[in-house]
């Protein structure tokens, strides 16, 4: 049975969502974060953000300065 809102991820055994891998490139996101180019890795902007999920980090990118 799908679960609504895992937006393509699914749980794992202990009911954790899974994350999206770190090497995820910006460019191959669903939508990718402008403020960062497209070929950097979903781990080098959870590092320059401070945050864990794609969604948290699209919202404190919003907030960095634009280079």
Do not use: Y
């Not at 895992?6 to 974060?33: A, S, V, Y």
């Amino acid at each position: 049975m799908k679960q609504p809102g895992l937006d393509g991820r699914h749980r794992d055994r202990d009911g954790e969502i899974r994350e999206k891998r770190g090497d995820t490139l910006n460019q191959n996101l669903p939508k990718p974060i402008t403020q960062f180019g497209p070929r950097v890795t979903l781990a080098e902007m959870r590092k320059a953000t401070g945050k864990i999920s794609e969604a948290a980090v699209r919202r404190a990118a919003a907030k960095l300065p634009k280079k």
